[in-house]
């Protein structure tokens, strides 16, 4: 069974159980990546609640022996305790790199790789440059070899939080939380328990078949539990995508996205860098610029914020789809957990959610708009779109400026629009605001009139 390149993503490495990822594909991953990562040094692995998780950890761990790598195995975990193993030390050993297998929020049928090597994000050029080198050696044979040593990351990673929040302790607040079936309880009820919450939690159980609802909470349909048991007996509800490095937090009036979120964490930050996605609204640029932060704009994707994080210094980094990266006393990774307990803290310290929220500049928003292409011709249209701004039609809104950093993001007078290509999936994301509805529905036609003519040049 010959091996696909579209496994080898932007961010990571991710495809369908046994059809791409198989016994075959993984374990040259795992000889390939180990050989990368250098012989004799430390990978810790963890994984998600699929059925075949366990099964690719195996195969992972073979390939990564046949490379003389030493395996630590933490079991079942959520990503960002995998993220936290880079910073621990067991009984004398130290991480190199570490492996998280999971699918994330997608269907049950798939799985993946999040790679991090030397607390750095191993994504981009590297991914690729590792799957052509697969590709090119497919037929070699690794033999089983599934020897590793069991570790405890949950524990160390759950007194962390206890003891960095313990302020919090006894919060006179109804929690809700929503863990879809996925990870987030692997250590969020220990930290709750510990910090004596009151709290409600829903779909606590992993289950890798998802039976409740899908867990993507950045899709409304998926939050009509949640927010029913909120109305019904909580004053907050967070919840978690499936390997809990996203977030959605609900209040009694609203969802708060991830741009609103980094402004809220951000009141408690002293002149911070703040880094957002080019989805991000202008509002959240244009308020943290003017309450002093330093805001930078930068490329969607967890691999592309955590890099850009340590090349400025930042505080803070956000996606509008909720992950949240905290460097400010944190490890400047996304981690669901630890931005539920930082939500908590400004609620003990007293700040209303919702006022803050109401107080900032209206703006009409559209949430994330996908259109359907190819794998091939995505970034081709994408080029394209930009070769027709440079003399757009007649009826194309006032063009004020162009940000390219990833895709195109036009500023019209009153809003802008955003075009890009998704580097997970075959379709175009676009996204429109403006101080105007009317405006942002028209920058929406316009920008998608121009999407297709260069859909049509394209194919």
Not at 77 to 95: E, M, R
Not at 180 to 204: H, K, M, P, Q
Not at 355 to 381: D, G, R
Request: glycine share 6%.
């Amino acid at each position: 069974m010959s091996i696909q390149s579209t496994i080898f993503r932007e961010y990571d490495i991710r495809g369908i159980y046994e059809k791409e990822l198989n016994e075959h594909s993984v374990k040259l991953i795992g000889y390939y990546l180990g050989q990368k990562i250098g012989k004799d040094n430390v990978v810790s692995i963890g994984y998600d609640a699929r059925s075949h998780s366990p099964i690719l950890r195996d195969y992972l761990t073979s390939g990564l022996n046949a490379a003389g790598c030493k395996v630590l195995d933490m079991g079942m975990v959520a990503t960002p305790v995998n993220y936290f193993s880079n910073y621990i030390d067991f009984d004398g050993l130290t991480t190199h790199a570490s492996i998280m297998i999971t699918g994330s929020h997608n269907p049950s049928e798939y799985n993946g790789f999040k790679i991090t090597v030397d607390k750095s994000p191993f994504f981009g050029e590297a991914i690729y440059a590792l799957g052509d080198e697969i590709i090119a050696n497919q037929d070699k044979v690794i033999p089983d070899n599934t020897a590793k040593t069991d570790i405890d990351v949950k524990t160390p990673y759950i007194s962390f939080m206890v003891k960095e929040f313990n302020a919090l302790k006894d919060l006179d607040k109804k929690i809700v939380i929503d863990c879809g079936n996925g990870v987030a309880d692997t250590v969020i009820t220990d930290i709750f328990n510990a910090l004596n919450f009151n709290y409600t939690g829903l779909y606590l159980e992993p289950d890798g078949t998802f039976p409740n609802h899908h867990p993507d909470p950045s899709v409304e349909k998926n939050l009509i539990d949640v927010k029913t048991a909120l109305n019904k007996e909580g004053d907050i509800a967070f919840a978690y995508d499936g390997d809990a490095d996203r977030i959605a937090v609900l209040t009694h009036k609203h969802n708060i996205k991830g741009d609103q979120m980094a402004l809220l964490y951000a009141m408690k930050m002293e002149n911070p860098t703040v880094i957002g996605e080019v989805k991000c609204s202008q509002v959240m640029y244009d308020e943290l610029e003017r309450r002093g932060a330093k805001a930078i704009m930068y490329k969607t994707g967890h691999s592309n914020l955590k890099v850009k994080m340590k090349e400025t210094n930042a505080d803070l980094a956000c996606e509008v789809s909720g992950h949240i990266f905290f460097k400010h006393r944190y490890f400047g990774y996304d981690d669901a957990i630890y931005a539920t307990l930082r939500m908590l803290e400004l609620i003990a310290d007293g700040i209303d959610l919702d006022a803050e929220i109401e107080a900032l500049p209206t703006v009409y928003s559209t949430e994330e708009l996908k259109v359907e292409t190819t794998e091939e011709e995505k970034f081709a249209i994408i080029d394209q779109v930009k070769i027709l701004l440079k003399n757009p039609p007649e009826d194309f809104p006032k063009i004020q400026s162009i940000i390219d950093v990833d895709g195109v993001r036009i500023n019209f007078e009153k809003g802008w629009g955003l075009v890009r290509a998704s580097n997970t999936t075959p379709v175009l994301v676009t996204r429109f605001e403006s101080t105007d509805a009317a405006l942002a529905k028209e920058y929406e036609e316009k920008v998608n009139n121009l999407i297709k003519m260069a859909k049509q040049l394209v194919s």
